[in-house]
């Protein structure tokens, strides 16, 4: 039996038309996008789990904001009612807006790393591990091994490794790790969580080589209702403790704001209480995304981030929007249809390397996967498996991912139980022709981010 939908705590009082296709006219969009979902044009896709971030509906309270934000170049109100709302969350002292994640990781990362510098991670996001690159640091990824075990259940797969962490350290030498990183929740394996416990350890480990830690907060409420509901300890304690508290075990945070702030642009940097580091970030801040009190953003953009980053972490919310992910992820079991287990926060991660088990990772049978969906039902998905991992910076080798997954990310108050029903319907097709699908080879590619850009065809 599939899992109880928790009823949506909104109503909706704005509605977009969907485009509805046939199947003649995915085959052919899909042709012409050089088998690359980013390509497609989004009025060519019913079903968009491309990704949850800036794809959410903000609520009316947000379009409220973003009537009475302040525009001005500086000291903007709306910039003090956002940094507020954040240090009265997180507990830090200083709070620089961005434009979005990967804007955060610019202004950041070169003050922390740079050439022979290494820097450490639960596992790396692409943006992230893209920018410790460009400074001409190293990525490790310290992975706890039941993240590895697809199939079987395991309440924080999205914890670091602490025995490889301090292996790593020592082998290194702490003085070349310039960052320790916890992405919350792990994205790259599943969208899985990072326990309390887990922090603290981490966080210990990391000051006592004196390395600084960093929160990849993308998902950080998400991350905070998981603790509250599989970590016995915080079974009482409300999500706002949880997140301070966890953020009180790291130095700084990156934060994509247009995940879990629900909003469609935005980003944050935190500092807990280095002086001397802000200092440079304004700097940084002011060559790359403008003056300090805007950052990249609108005023309105500034508003709408201040209300979203406290309706994200509204319990009935986060029950509602992981309960949501549940359900999908209850009807693929019925189906046998395999996935990380459990379901992760934003999404389910169907293991593709085992529905196509004949197509190789170096013909991205999670890139195949997501091709299928959009040809049986007009859904746009992505590949977080070999394709996304790319080459190896230095040998230009193909890397091959220890998972093959095909997203499918769900956008925050954007879709109903009809439509996972859709999305799981379409995956059963799929299961029953699959010995028919066929992978990929690529014929054009960037050197840095190559998925955005990438153009395959189909093997013959
Ligand atoms: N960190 C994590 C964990 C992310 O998931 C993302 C973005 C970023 C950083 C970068 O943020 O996009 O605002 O620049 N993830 C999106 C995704 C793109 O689809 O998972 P950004």
């Known amino acids: 039996m ?5 009823c949506e705590p909104f109503r909706i009082k704005m509605v977009e038309p969907l485009p509805i296709l046939s199947r003649e006219e995915r085959l052919t969009n899909i042709k012409i996008a050089k088998y690359n979902l980013f390509n497609l044009h989004s009025t060519d896709v019913t079903i968009d789990l ?10 009316d309270a947000q379009w409220a904001g973003v009537m009475i934000a302040d525009e001005s170049y500086a000291g903007a109100k709306s910039y003090y009612h956002l940094t507020q709302n954040a240090k009265d969350i997180f507990g830090y002292e ?22 022979k510098k290494y820097a450490i991670a639960n596992t790396f996001f692409d943006t992230t591990r893209a920018h410790v690159e460009l400074t001409g640091a190293r990525c490790i990824d310290c992975i706890v091994p039941e993240a590895l075990e697809i199939s079987t259940f395991a309440p924080f797969k999205g914890n670091m490794d602490l025995e490889k962490l301090e292996e790593t350290i020592l082998t290194l030498k702490p003085e070349n790790i310039g960052l320790i990183t916890m992405t919350i929740t792990n994205n790259s394996c599943g969208g899985q969580p990072v326990s309390m416990e887990n922090m603290r350890q981490t966080s210990e480990i990391a000051h006592r080589y004196h390395i600084p830690l960093m929160i990849d907060a993308a998902r950080y409420a998400e991350n905070a209702y998981f603790v509250q509901q599989r970590e016995p ?3 009482s304690a409300s999500i706002r403790t949880i997140v301070k508290t966890m953020f009180s075990y790291a130095d700084v ?12 642009m935005g980003g944050l940097i935190g500092i807990k209480n280095d002086a001397n580091l802000y200092q440079k970030l304004m700097v940084n801040t002011i060559s790359y995304e403008g003056y300090i009190t805007y950052g990249g953003m609108s005023g309105r953009d500034l508003e709408a981030l ?6 994200g972490l509204q319990q009935e919310f986060l029950e509602y929007r992981i309960g949501q992910v549940e359900y999908l992820a209850s009807r693929l079991d019925e189906a046998n249809i395999p996935y990380q287990k459990p379901a992760g926060g934003h999404g389910v991660f169907i293991d593709a390397k085992a529905l196509l088990p004949h197509i190789p990772a170096n013909q991205f ?3 195949a996967l997501a091709i299928e969906l959009y040809i049986e039902a007009g859904i746009r998905s992505c590949d977080v498996g070999s394709l996304l991992l790319g080459n190896d910076p230095d040998t230009k080798e193909q890397l091959v991912a220890p998972f093959e997954f095909t997203r499918l990310a769900i956008p925050r108050r954007v879709y109903t139980q009809s439509h996972l029903d859709v999305i799981v319907d379409a995956l059963i097709e799929i299961k ?6 066929r992978g990929y080879k690529i014929v054009k590619e960037a050197p840095v981010l190559r998925h955005f850009t990438i153009e395959l065809e189909p093997i013959a």
């Open 253 to 264: 945070f990156t934060m994509s704001a247009k995940k879990d702030a629900i909003v469609n």
């Open 365 to 367: 049978p999670a890139q």
């Open 94 to 115: 200083f709070i620089q807006p961005v434009h979005q994640g990967r804007a955060a990781e610019k202004v950041l990362l070169p003050i922390l790393l740079g050439p």
């Open 306 to 311: 201040a209300i979203g980053l406290k309706e």
């Open 2 to 6: 599939s899992k109880k939908y928790v």
């Open 432 to 437: 029953n022709r699959r010995d028919s699908i």
């Open 50 to 59: 491309l990704t949850d971030s800036g794809t959410n509906a903000m609520s």
């Open 233 to 235: 300890e915080w079974k």
